[in-house]
């Protein structure tokens, strides 16, 4: 069944690869962003195809958690193969597309937590809040970003807005490190588990931290000075291909040691 | 991370929606907020070192006492015949001190802890120092009395210092961690606290950048180390009866802090509020600092 799946996925690309081949521009040698996009919907396609098939290597109860990690890269590579195309045709940023792929794969990311923690005894209520405050994060930045009214009140709403999407993100970040999910890591009595989440908690910390300073970073941002609004893309696709790509190996590498430990006993 | 290290980036986001949203912190806001914040956590963390010295220890409280005014008497001649060499002194032994309480809850079993200590609280220091020298250079040469401290800023003695205390602090993380003395999730932690520091000093004005790491992750974490260590010696302790034991210090010292801002408008005294401040502190960080080495030798011979 899966090979089925990932075979149909490989002709649909290839068909896709196709149709495009005949429109798709040359990437400039210089065009770091557009270069970064295409490297991240490398990486990601890779991670993918990887996580999906390792999925027959671990046991049952961790097979959710390696499809969650296959959709995470897998959606962030199809939104890449597009934001690269749409890069290069109008040379924008892609905002918009970064946030459709962001509000999928982000609130999956939080799903990796609840189902790590799903044998401590997490429970749906933690699910919800976790998806809500990623909802709530990525909305919120969404409207600050595209909906900038301009001139006199565009700081005024950029900062309330980041605000609130920061509400979101300290809330997630208090939740991994200290709140609910850090104690029944804890209480899972799993060094892998323990350490696997702690690690994920560290994506979280220093990875995600790249996006609350990008959004500073926008025109007329307090730290536009400090780094070049232009080259924001291309920390956002290096981030986002780490973060992502990190997230799934992390959640690899505790479904095979427990897998293993499982097998062993 | 910790809950202090949280409450820490908590309060860098906001202060930096503060910045986005109105360019500048004035002066006064800044020095209002960091008095308020001093005089909650910053002065109460050092105000039952009698207690905490005096608990387990053979010295009589008068014996202390004596000491303890003692050396704060001795500092003060020493900052009248020397104002530079009281100065770097004192930015030394703040640094020890700084990086003592950093560190010294890991237990560190190596003989070159107390060195580590050290380099940890220079490389806090000169960072401080190194980001906002043309500001702490225009503050110090503002009065008389201090304008030679800013030596410190040239020679390039404070490059050189912050590159090799980042330098070692770094390589001796690394030795630690290589050598087993530290876990992994403390050497990333203490990476990350470096980083973040970092960042901080780098882009928020002087004295919010100090304000934040003395209160946050110095006072309140001592304070903190100071309770848990108070309630295994005292039955019954709870925050109210803590609060209670830090009260006398804690106002004494405000009491002669404001004795001494009203004396200064009454009558013309030879000193600027600046270098008052310095001195002040530091002939309290001195007791302070040695009272700290032997509170954390208990707790780490525990």
């Known amino acids: 069944m899966q090979l089925i799946f990932f075979l149909y996925f490989c002709a649909l690309l290839i068909k896709k690869k196709n149709m495009l081949l ?102 749906k209520k933690l699910l919800w809040k976790l998806i809500f405050a990623s909802t709530w994060m990525l909305v919120c930045g969404y409207i600050g970003e595209a909906f900038n009214p301009g001139g006199d009140a565009a700081t005024s709403h950029s900062v309330t807005w980041g605000i609130l ?13 200290i709140g609910e999910v850090a104690l029944l890591a804890e209480k899972s009595n799993s060094e892998t588990i323990k350490k696997g989440v702690r690690s994920l908690a560290w994506f979280v910390l220093v990875g995600w931290a790249i996006y609350p300073i990008g959004y500073m970073c926008m025109d007329g941002g307090w730290l536009s000075s400090i780094m070049d609004p232009a080259s924001i893309d291309v920390w956002y696709n290096i981030a986002d291909a780490i973060n992502k790509i990190g997230f799934g190996l992390v959640v690899y590498t505790i479904a095979i040691s427990e897998s293993n430990k499982q097998l062993a006993n | 991370m910790n809950k202090l290290l949280f409450i820490y980036i908590v309060i860098c986001y906001l202060i930096a929606s503060v910045f986005t949203l109105e360019n500048t912190i004035t002066i006064q806001n800044q020095l209002l907020g960091s008095s308020i914040l001093v005089i909650i956590f910053g002065i109460p963390h050092g ?131 290589i050598n087993k003395l530290i876990t992994n999730e403390i050497f990333s932690t203490e990476l990350f606290q470096i980083i973040l520091l970092h960042i901080t000093f780098f882009i928020f004005p002087v004295i919010i950048s100090f304000t934040l790491y003395f209160v946050f992750l110095h006072s309140i974490k001592v304070l ?40 200064s408008n009454i009558y013309n005294i030879d000193i600027s509020l600046l270098l008052f401040l310095i001195i002040s502190i530091s002939v309290i960080t001195l007791p302070h600092s040695i009272s700290m080495t032997s509170f954390y030798d208990k707790i780490n011979f525990k």
């Open chain 2, 224 to 263: 903190l180390q100071e309770y848990s260590y108070l309630e295994q010696k005292i039955s019954g302790l709870n925050l109210m009866k803590f609060i209670k034991l830090l009260a006398p210090f804690t106002l004494l010292s405000l009491f002669f802090f404001i004795i001494f801002i009203l004396i």
């Open chain 2, 47 to 177: 105000a039952i070192d009698n207690i905490l010295f005096l608990t387990e220890s053979n010295l009589s409280k008068k014996v202390f006492y004596l000491l303890y005014f003692l050396s704060m008497l001795l500092y003060c001649f020493l900052w009248f015949i020397s104002p530079l060499y009281s100065f770097i002194f004192f930015l030394f032994m703040s640094a020890y001190h700084f990086g003592e309480s950093q560190l010294s809850n890991y237990n560190i079993e190596i003989n070159f802890s107390k060195f580590i200590f050290l380099i940890w609280g220079v490389a806090l220091i000169s960072t401080l120092f190194l980001y906002n020298a043309e500001e702490l250079s225009n503050l110090f040469n503002s009065y008389d009395d201090t304008s030679n401290f800013s030596i410190i800023f040239k020679y390039n003695v404070l490059d050189f210092l912050f590159y090799s205390s980042n330098f070692v602090i770094v390589l001796s993380l690394l030795y630690l961690k």
């Open chain 1, 165 to 177: 999407s920061t509400v979101g993100y300290l809330y997630i970040l208090y939740t991994v490190w």
């Open chain 1, 22 to 123: 005949s429109i798709m521009e040359p990437i400039a040698p210089d065009n770091y962003v557009a270069f970064t996009f295409f490297l991240g919907y490398i990486a990601m396609f890779a991670a993918s195809i990887f996580f999906f098939v390792e999925r027959g290597s671990v046991d049952k109860k961790w097979k959710m958690s390696l499809l969650v990690s296959a959709l995470i890269t897998g959606i962030a590579a199809v939104h890449y193969y597009y934001m690269r195309d749409y890069n290069l045709a109008t040379g924008d940023s892609p905002t918009f597309f970064r946030y459709v792929d962001w509000i999928l794969t982000v609130p999956l990311m939080c799903v990796e937590f609840y189902l790590l923690t799903k044998l401590a005894g997490a429970t």
